[in-house]
């Protein structure tokens, strides 16, 4: 069998929704030449919110209470966060009525398409918790990088099944999107509330720390299994600031509940660490790229803080020339740590291959593909970014595997292959 045949592509794709909305604050102010020589631009608003006739207000409120309401279920209780949220900037606002509030929080808010221009980069994890159903089939969750205004990158969900072959169901996304909101910080973890989520599929996680301005990306989902046999979904994922990148890992409590914090040490200011399911020999485990051409394997007796790691994977083959890195956390099998990696060659093009390392010692690497397994074809090939096939994880049920991969940094589209197809064209290292 040759690599190119390993994989069988599915008719099953996913592409962006413009429709698909949530409501963010919206922020403005004065260039910083004219900002101490006038009232606030937030103040100069509540004034003229004051100064409105009482039936324009009413047509107004109508707005808010009708077709707003139809596309955010939580559009009132948002709006009058946002207020909150700005009582430093807007100064005493006690006089106002709970309609002059509404109208306020209206003006201190947009909304925001977070996936009009892309929805690719998948992860994949079955559903904690749940079992295989009785006619084969397991439910999973599937995280995407959704891009919107901005180039500001988000992380959606969505939910499926799948029955180990051909046949894949995506579930239909619901029409309302929850926003995240901060509750606080407790020992280093951020907590994010989608308090109002009825469906996983409704959670948007968008940039709200410092670290991520321009965007939370890549997210690369895990189920870790710790010593004590509880598993819970964690993944970690790229904090940009418009400057700087560094490593953040999120927890998923109950899939509308998140935390999040800030990886530390030597190794976690870089692009695309993913953690192994479990801990090998009492120590955390992480694959990483922190040199931009290199996997290395990072070890930890704390899972937040990266200090060292080696190399273990260098490129080999042209398709894989310039660079090498993970396509996700490593998955468990009977013959070691099944790997995707992603490998740039001519053109910058991106192309999927794997490789086999050591359940015991996975710096030994055992057996690696000598060519690309998913690769940019004629069909998928032309996009936002032209000549990429990219992956943030796969899942495994029984020996099939299914990847989710993103096309031309633009859609996503799915593959399933036999674990020994996948193992017979590797070759020896």
Sequence with gaps: MDAAD????????????PSRTVIRPFHFAYPQAFAGTRTSRLQMVVRRILDLESDVRERMLAFIRGPMRQRHRQAEEIFLRQVDGSKDELGDISGLSEDER???GAYLSEEYAFEAA???NPSIVRIPGSEVENDGRARF???????GEGHVSSVTFRTGTWDGDLALTIDEPSPNCVPPVIEGEDEGWVRLQCDNSQD?????VFPVLPSQRQGVEDLRMVSFREDGGREQVMGTYTAFDGRNVRQEILRGIDLRTFEMRPLSGAMAGYKGMALFPRRIDGRYAMLGRQDGENICLLRSDDLFTWE??????APCYPWEFVQIGNCGSPIEIAEG???FTHGVGLMRGYSIGACLLDKADPSRVLARTSAPIVFPSAEQRGGYVPNVTYSCGALLHDRRILLPYGVADEFTAFAVANVDDL???????
Aim: aromatic fraction near 6%.
């Design 200 to 204: 996983v599929s409704e959670t948007v």
């Design 423 to 429: 193992l017979e064209v590797m070759v020896p290292q």
């Design 141 to 147: 969750i599937l995280s995407l990088r959704g891009i």
């Design 102 to 104: 509404l109208l306020l």
């Design 308 to 313: 060292s790691g080696e190399q273990i994977v």
């Design 118 to 120: 892309a929805l690719f």
């Design 337 to 339: 740590w099944l790997v």
């Design 6 to 17: 390993v994989f069988t592509k599915l008719e099953c794709e996913l592409h962006p929704d």
